[in-house]
């Protein structure tokens, strides 16, 4: 395999670049999620670029960098004390180029528009690497289910949805969950949406509970499909595997937890998880079962794990530099948020020895520690490619909606590993055609934009 050598570029030789990120800057100069999402791509793709100057006649970038339809909106429910809350929920469909707009719903207090549309357009290229007919979209709200009833969650989703369901779709717009809308939430989403519509719509919402249409492995899939991708670039990378592998996980919530459960399941040993707080260390190897009672039966903090298990260590977090990524490790498996990994971590990383980071989360590494990254040699899985495994069993859950039949765990976990098989052969065949070694950032943005290109010529000025 050729070693990718990265040289950091300032700025874009290719004008066209340049000047659709200049338009991005200026119009949304407040939105720094989006265009720092919109600069990532634009930074691997001028090869492509360069290759295709027929793109600016066409305007194909300008067209790919504007959402579709952006829809903003009120949500007022009625707390437990009877007072009225109102918070303001997000649609982005950002592109129908191949399929439905597909993607998650976020409830969480820094919801806001560079956010939803950051998380959209990074759903476009995803979606577009999986090879399922799958548009790109994203939404959700400010409003936060942390510390909240159950009634109160359901009476929010209720004034969610009764928007929302204007603008969805099983052939429109299909959402799913994301951090803060769980199995529980999506269910509270589903019934309103089948009230309101007296239809059983089964494929319009994914992620739902086995006793009215969600699929097996579907919870496990996204930390699944990051370790698939992991295995697949360490075993191209010198025929290098999981086992005996040191692995730091961040997060706590369905990718950590199945991530660290198929880590494990390949031989490697999970040191330590984070939550928004600090994080835990076990030179031991984390204790999945504790930390499962943790969080998806207590909705707890991973503090708790002492109890437990007194022997591990508690770190808490002090600035916006998690406290896990000093922990010295083979793999580094960001889960947890956008721009959690900043450069002042990615250098103690290096420093303390990493071969691969795998972004289990959508954009967790910033572009500086990115780019740190690939300029001292370290793999890099991208959120964009890595990640993918949720959003393509969503896929595999409307199909199975659609047919009236459901798979086995099994079958579903079989699809999902050939599928991320596929998406790393994608990334590393991009990134060779482009003499880009083993740059597989690079490689997914090529990837997924060329085959979204095709798509947008081929269906005319729409």
């Keep these: 395999m050729v070693q990718f050598v990265y040289k950091k570029k300032r700025g874009f030789m290719n004008k066209y670049l340049q000047k659709v990120l200049n338009e991005v800057k200026n119009k949304d100069n407040t939105e720094k999620e989006y265009i720092q999402a919109v600069e990532e791509v634009l930074s691997t793709i001028e090869p492509v670029i360069e290759k295709h100057p027929e793109y600016e006649k066409i305007a194909l970038l300008e067209r790919m960098v504007e959402p579709e339809r952006l829809i903003s909106f009120r949500v007022p429910y009625v707390k437990d004390n009877g007072q009225t809350v109102v918070h303001r929920g997000f649609r982005v469909q950002f592109s129908s180029l191949i399929g439905p707009y597909k993607g998650g719903l976020r409830f969480h207090p820094s919801v806001n528009q560079s956010i939803m ?108 499909g990051l370790i698939y991708f992991m295995r697949e670039m360490l075993k191209h990378n010198g025929s290098q595997s999981l086992a005996g592998k040191t692995v730091t996980i961040s997060g706590a919530g369905n990718v950590a937890i199945y991530a660290c459960q198929k880590a494990a399941e390949y031989g490697a040993k999970v040191v330590a998880m984070s939550d928004s707080k600090g994080c835990i260390y076990d030179k031991d190897g984390i204790n999945l079962d504790l930390i499962k ?124 590993d050939s599928i991320m098989v596929n998406i790393f052969n994608s990334c590393k065949n991009a990134a060779e055609e482009y003499n880009l070694g083993n740059n597989y950032v690079a490689g997914a943005n090529i990837a997924a934009f060329t085959k979204l290109a095709k798509a947008m010529e081929a269906q005319g000025i729409v």
């Design 117 to 224: 549309k950051f998380l959209a357009f990074e759903q476009i290229f995803k979606n577009a690497l999986t090879g399922l007919p799958i548009g790109g979209g994203k939404g959700g709200s400010d409003f936060d289910p942390k510390e909240k009833s159950d009634g109160e969650i359901m009476r929010f989703c209720q004034s969610f949805m009764t928007e929302l369901q204007r603008h969805i779709g099983q052939d429109v717009d299909v959402p799913a969950g994301d951090i803060g809308v769980g199995e529980r939430e999506i269910g509270y989403l589903f019934g309103q949406y089948k009230r309101i519509k007296d239809i059983y719509e089964g494929g319009v919402l994914t992620g739902k509970g086995l006793s009215y249409g969600g699929s097996l492995a579907r919870k496990e899939a996204t930390g699944f």
């Design 293 to 416: 009672q943790i969080k998806e039966e207590r909705r707890g903090r991973i503090s708790e794990y002492l109890e437990a298990r007194p022997q591990a260590q508690y770190f808490a977090r002090e600035n916006e530099d998690s406290p896990i990524w000093n922990i010295k490790a083979d793999i580094a498996l960001p889960c947890a948020t956008q721009n959690e990994l900043t450069l002042n971590s990615a250098k103690k990383l290096v420093e303390n020895g990493v071969i691969a980071i795998g972004e289990g989360a959508n954009m967790p590494c910033t572009k500086e520690a990115t780019e740190y990254l690939l300029a001292n040699n370290i793999l890099v899985a991208p959120a964009k490619a890595a990640n993918a495994g949720g959003v393509a069993t969503s896929a595999i859950e409307m199909s199975q909606n659609s047919m009236r039949y459901y798979l086995t765990f099994e079958e579903v976990d079989k699809k999902l």
